[in-house]
Structures are given as structure tokens and as C-alpha cells.
């Protein structure tokens, strides 16, 4: 089963409108974090956002916020005021915990399939 | 400020060749990951080290082999390699509290022919 599911393969947006891109997740651990990472033509992985699942908040950076319902296993990134720069692939990802032989650790980001955003002038 | 260090950047491979991805790390870092990612898909964990002297298999461990030589650097190993392994290679680092993000080094494009 998919533990991480982002449903839009590509959105469009209009430059200086919002956006939001939408990401559910799989998991019966009680401790978590969520996160978004833009990922430009150029390939490089670049962090945006992070929600940890006992956060009482909706994580903000900047331009992005993180709308976090965690009665709908839902994260959704919502960027405001899209820029041109904004186009790229983002993907959703969830870490949770594991234990192996030396004790328990958190790791593992497991990645959605991504969504094309694509910002029009 | 080098964070997460991996080479060869692009490499092209014949069938049945082996070759050896290097990554290293400079921030301390206990745990570390090797993620590919295909054309147009998300990224696929294929090993990792949670700690020096520990490795794991991820999601798409076969074909390949993994070592953490020291607390920095932990090498990705194409043993015979295949064109279904054409891909993006990305070592990844990271400390191991959930709250903590993963660091990406800049991927390596191979090619396998």
C-alpha cells in the first residue's frame, strides 16, 4: 500500500496566486514528521517544510505553510504568491520510526510520486 | 560548507559492468541513505545505515550492495549492472530524530547501456 499519495500529477498556476498541493499519508505510528522538498529542473532535492506529527500548528516558511489535518492523514503544501521560480517537481515525504539491531532511530523518508507545478507569467 | 559530497556526478556503464558510488558527509551525521529516483517518479530507498556499522535493506535492494566505511562516507556498489538500473543515484544524510530533515547530496545520472 502506498504509504505516501500525492494525487495531481501537474497543477497550473497563475503568477502571484495561490496554490496548493495536496499529499495524504499511510501510517499507524503515533510519532512522525511530514515534508514537502522542491526538486528544480536542475535535480537538486531542496527541503521547504517540516510538520511533525505532535505539533499543535500548522508549519509555516515563508511562502509556505503546511495545512495539516491529522484526523484526514492529510498535508497539503499551500505556496502563496507563486513566483515564475516556484516551477519545479514537489514531493511529499514522511519519516517514521524503526528499530533495528542498535536500538530504535526515525529515517526512511518515503516519497510520494511528485507533482508538476508549473507557474504562468 | 560541502554538506553531502557524492561522485562520479555521470557515469555511463556497459551491461555487466561494476561500478562503485561514493558518498560522503560532513556534518556529522549518524544515518545515511542511498535513494534512487526514475524518470518522472519519486525517489525509492535502496540501503541504508542508520548508524557506523549498520546497513539495512530499503525498497529496491537488489543488484546492489552497500558500505559504511566510517561514520562519513557510505558507498553504493552496482555489482553487474543492468540497464534497468539506469537512474538517479542520491546519497542522503541525516541525524536521527524524527523532527530532523534528510540532506541531499546533488544526485549522480547513470546511465547503464
Known amino acids: 500500500a502506498q504509504k505516501i499519495t500525492q494525487t495531481q500529477p501537474g497543477m497550473f498556476v497563475q503568477e502571484k496566486e495561490a496554490v496548493t498541493l495536496d499529499c495524504t499519508y499511510d501510517t499507524s505510528d503515533p510519532s512522525y514528521g511530514l515534508f514537502w522538498y522542491k526538486q528544480p529542473s536542475s535535480g537538486e532535492m531542496i527541503f521547504l517544510i517540516y510538520q511533525g506529527s505532535y505539533d499543535q500548528q500548522n508549519a509555516t516558511e515563508g511562502r509556505y505553510s503546511l495545512n495539516f489535518q491529522k484526523a484526514r492523514k492529510s498535508a497539503n503544501l499551500v505556496i502563496s504568491a507563486s513566483q515564475l521560480g516556484d516551477s519545479a517537481m514537489y514531493f511529499c515525504a514522511m519519516r517514521e520510526g524503526y528499530t533495528y539491531a542498535g536500538g530504535t532511530s526515525y529515517g526512511k523518508l518515503t516519497f510520494g510520486q511528485g507533482t508538476i507545478l508549473t507557474v504562468h507569467p | 560548507n560541502a554538506g553531502v559530497t557524492q561522485t562520479p556526478k555521470f557515469q555511463v556503464l556497459k551491461t555487466g559492468q561494476s561500478m562503485t558510488l561514493q558518498c560522503a558527509q560532513d556534518?556529522?551525521?549518524?544515518?545515511m541513505y542511498w535513494y534512487r529516483q526514475d524518470p518522472g517518479m519519486g525517489l525509492r530507498l535502496i540501503y541504508y545505515?542508520?548508524?557506523?556499522?549498520?546497513?539495512d535493506k530499503g525498497e529496491v535492494p537488489n543488484g546492489y550492495n552497500v558500505s559504511r566505511l566510517n561514520k562519513r562516507e557510505f558507498s553504493l556498489r552496482l555489482e553487474s549492472a543492468a540497464p534497468s538500473q539506469t537512474s538517479v543515484y542520491f546519497c542522503?544524510?541525516?541525524?536521527?530524530?524524527?523532527?530532523?530533515?534528510?540532506?541531499f547530496g546533488e544526485g549522480s545520472w547513470l546511465t547503464v547501456v
Open positions: 556534518m556529522n551525521h549518524n544515518s
Open positions: 545505515s542508520a548508524s557506523e556499522g549498520t546497513t
Open positions: 542522503a544524510s541525516s541525524v536521527w530524530t524524527v523532527g530532523n530533515t534528510i540532506y
